[in-house]
């Protein structure tokens, strides 16, 4: 299974962005798939999480109401919309794929991960 992030850039602070993540080798609908985020200096933390049909979703409270994770299964293809940017959202962006776990904050239950995609905000 390979996944492939794009979608990163440099915005403005109030700007949006929208990163994908397509999945190549095995069908997205077998994996739930996650956004998790890396800055300088931190460990990798969980963004938004997304169930294997879509029907449940997951956000870490810093992002919610601002970001919106949604799948399309015909299309192989996650998705993260990102709203409201603020500089602090600025860092590396992965998404990864778990076979048997669903909306997990822990970056040990994911089995394949892209390789990032790079998000700067400035203000």
Same mark, same amino acid.
């Given at each position: @299974?390979?996944?492939? %992030?794009?979608?990163?850039?440099?915005?403005?602070?109030?700007?949006?962005?929208? =990163?994908?993540?397509?999945v190549?080798?095995? *069908?997205?609908?077998?994996?739930?798939? %996650?956004? &998790?985020?890396?800055?300088?200096?931190?460990?990798?933390? &969980? @963004?938004?999480?997304?169930?294997?049909?879509?029907?449940?979703?997951y956000?870490?409270?810093?992002?919610?109401?601002? &970001?919106?994770?949604?799948?399309?299964?015909?299309k192989?293809t996650v998705?993260?919309?990102m709203?409201s =940017?603020?500089p602090?959202?600025?860092?590396?962006?992965?998404?990864a %794929?778990?076979?048997?776990?669903?909306g997990? &904050?822990?970056?040990?239950?994911?089995?394949?991960?892209?390789?990032? *995609?790079?998000? *700067? @905000?400035?203000?």
């Amino acid at each position: @299974v390979q996944l492939q %992030a794009s979608g990163g850039g440099l915005v403005q602070a109030g700007g949006s962005l929208r =990163l994908s993540c397509e999945v190549s080798g095995r *069908t997205l609908s077998l994996y739930a798939m %996650a956004w &998790f985020r890396q800055a300088p200096g931190s460990e990798r933390e &969980f @963004v938004a999480a997304i169930g294997w049909s879509g029907e449940s979703t997951y956000y870490t409270d810093s992002v919610k109401g601002r &970001f919106t994770i949604s799948r399309d299964n015909t299309k192989n293809t996650v998705y993260l919309q990102m709203n409201s =940017l603020k500089p602090d959202d600025s860092a590396v962006y992965y998404c990864a %794929a778990s076979r048997y776990y669903s909306g997990s &904050f822990n970056s040990r239950k994911y089995d394949y991960w892209g390789q990032g *995609t790079q998000v *700067t @905000v400035s203000s």
